[in-house]
Nanobody
C-alpha cells in the first residue's frame, strides 16, 4: 500500500524555523521527484520546492529562495524541507507529492501526502 506521510508542522513565531519530513512507504522514493506544495485559505496551491530523482537538481519558488532547503535521504525513503526565517505569509497546509524522475511545475504528481499545517504567528 502506497503511503506518503508528512510531519513536522506546527506553530512558530516569525523568524523561526521548522523542518518538514515526508516519509514514503509502498514505493521506492529514489525513482521519484518530490515536490513540496502549500495551500493557504482562499489561495491556489503553489509549488514551493522540488527535487529531482537524479541528478538531485532542486527548484524553489521565488518567495522561498534563500530561506527553504529541500533534501532527500533515499536510504530512509524520506524527503525534508528545512524552513528558516519563516514569515506569516508562509502559513499554509504543506503537502509533499511524488512523480517519476523529474520535477514539473504544471504536470501531474502520482502520490500525495495528507498535508501538515504550518502557522507562523506571534
Amino acid at each position: 500500500q502506497v503511503q506518503f506521510v508528512e510531519s513536522g508542522g506546527g506553530l512558530v513565531q516569525p523568524g523561526g524555523s521548522l523542518r518538514l519530513s515526508c516519509a514514503a512507504s509502498g514505493f521506492t522514493l529514489a525513482y521519484y521527484a518530490i515536490g513540496w506544495f502549500r495551500q493557504a485559505p482562499g489561495k491556489e496551491r503553489e509549488r514551493v520546492s522540488c527535487i529531482n530523482s537524479s541528478p538531485r537538481t532542486t527548484f524553489y519558488a521565488d518567495s522561498v529562495k534563500g530561506r527553504f532547503t529541500i533534501s532527500r535521504d533515499n536510504a530512509k525513503n524520506t524527503v525534508y524541507l528545512q524552513m528558516n526565517s519563516l514569515k506569516p505569509e508562509d502559513t499554509a497546509v504543506y503537502y509533499c507529492a511524488a512523480r517519476l524522475i523529474l520535477c514539473s511545475l504544471g504536470g501531474s504528481y502520482d502520490y500525495w501526502g495528507q498535508g501538515t499545517q504550518v502557522t507562523v504567528s506571534s
